[in-house]
């Protein structure tokens, strides 16, 4: 009951409400509502600040964050272990991806994996790939395709990827068959990310390059349209170009910059995340 206490805390905080919290576990409010009320009565201090939009952990509840999650991943794995002598596969699975262009070939292996073991849950998250890196470390996901980052998680190479320029129709560069990267420190830069670790950052680093930055945007489908409007220049996977049918021109960078990509992997994954990814290697030629 305790574990499940604290698995309810955790949904609280990530749903951001006490009643959207007990829908994703089947609980009425006064229910989710009682189980954080006996944990503060344990702890002897609030875990929750409930505000009128919703909840958000308390000081002293994000320093015991990384404990509770480790607590609810073991309690996790326990029990999906003891599923699998009694015969049964169950539990959740968590995947991160950086690149939205994939969504329907992970939403593919997913539903093929669920024909098979229906009783694992498959979620997903959607971030860019520092960002995931972080849930990864924090239990948040269980396994996240993004590009490579150093780190002591597990590395599965699925693809290399180049980085293009996003040029508007009408801009005189839309004309060369490679954008060199110095345009970047004169034509009008559209930023993403600001002060993340993102691809373009470490380009751009790795040549000592300082972008002329007109516009910081936290969107790649925003990033598009400006481009489209003529508002600047911006960089981006090539995988991403497939998602527009607009008016951007995507063309090679001058050196060329190849990103790999990836699954990185929680080194001690529950036996449902690792089920569902020996379950998907024969899928990662399809990338390839």
Not at 14 to 37: D, H, N, Q, V
Not at 186 to 198: A, H, L, R, V
Request: proline share 6%; aromatic share 10%; charged share 20%.
């Amino acid at each position: 009951m305790e574990l499940e206490r604290y698995r309810a805390l955790l949904c609280a905080i990530e749903k951001g409400s006490l009643s959207a919290a007990g829908e994703e576990l089947g609980y009425t409010p006064s229910g989710i509502s009682r189980m954080m009320a006996a944990l503060e009565a344990e702890h002897g201090f609030a875990l929750l600040l409930r505000r009128r939009d919703g909840v958000v952990p308390t000081a002293e509840c994000r320093q015991m964050l990384p404990a509770i999650r480790e607590l609810v991943f073991a309690g996790d794995k326990l029990g999906q272990f003891s599923a699998q002598i009694r015969g049964a596969d169950t539990g959740t699975v968590t995947i991160g991806l950086a690149y939205h262009t994939w969504y329907s070939w992970l939403s593919g292996v997913a539903e093929d994996f669920r024909k098979e073991y229906p009783g694992i849950q498959i979620r997903y998250s959607s971030a860019y790939s520092m960002e995931l890196l972080r849930q990864l470390g924090a239990r948040e996901v269980d396994m996240c395709i993004i590009s490579r980052r150093g780190g002591d998680h597990g590395w599965i190479p699925l693809c290399h990827d180049p980085l293009m320029a996003m040029i508007p129709p009408q801009h005189p560069l839309s004309k060369v068959e490679r954008v060199p990267l110095s345009a970047f420190e004169t034509e009008p830069f559209i930023e993403m990310y600001s002060g993340i670790e993102t691809d373009n950052a470490n380009v751009f680093a790795q040549y000592g390059i300082c972008p002329n930055i007109s516009y910081t945007i936290a969107d790649v489908h925003a990033a598009y349209s400006m481009v489209e409007a003529g508002l600047g220049i911006s960089m981006n996977n090539a995988l991403n170009s497939r998602l527009w049918a607009g008016n951007v021109k995507f063309l090679p960078l001058d050196p060329p910059q190849m990103v790999e990509i990836g699954i990185a992997t929680d080194p001690a994954m529950s036996p449902a995340a690792k089920r569902f990814l020996d379950f998907a290697r024969p899928y990662f030629q399809e990338l390839r």
